[in-house]
């Protein structure tokens, strides 16, 4: 069965970095594109970054763009998620999700699997 375990969350100053890890198993991991969402307290889930099946194309959401970068791994079934010059608006339960097909949607309603999460608070 699919599954997506995110990994790296943790407790980050503003301004600082942190690199969110997530391993697939149960599908052929480069024949579909994946992206990252998150969930912040008390609103809903936000889809911010996604890369295309073979990761030769990435779509970011604007408040990110420029601070955050996705790249995958295919050899190694992993999607990563480096996130520079954090802000306290990024505190957030982080998910990966896997997409219905190569091409990367910019909702959440484009992917049929998500991970647990992995929770990121930025705070002095």
């Known amino acids: 069965q699919v599954q997506l375990v995110e990994s790296g969350g943790g407790l980050a100053q503003p301004g600082g970095s942190l690199r969110l890890s997530c391993v697939a198993s149960?599908?052929?991991?480069?024949?579909?594109?994946m992206s990252w969402a998150r969930q912040a307290p008390g609103k809903g889930l936000e889809w911010i970054t996604g890369?295309?099946?073979?990761?030769?194309?990435?779509y970011y959401l604007e408040s990110v763009k420029g601070r955050f970068t996705i790249s995958r791994d295919n050899a190694n079934n992993t999607v990563y998620l480096q996130m520079n010059s954090l802000k306290p608006e990024d505190t957030a339960l982080y998910y990966c999700?896997?997409?219905?097909?190569?091409?990367?949607?910019?909702?959440?309603?484009?992917?049929?699997?998500w991970g647990q999460g992995t929770q990121v608070t930025v705070s002095s």
């Open positions: 999700g896997k997409g219905k097909g190569k091409f990367v949607i910019t909702v959440v309603a484009g992917y049929d699997y």
């Open positions: 149960g599908f052929t991991f480069g024949n579909y594109a």
């Open positions: 890369i295309y099946s073979d990761g030769s194309d990435t």
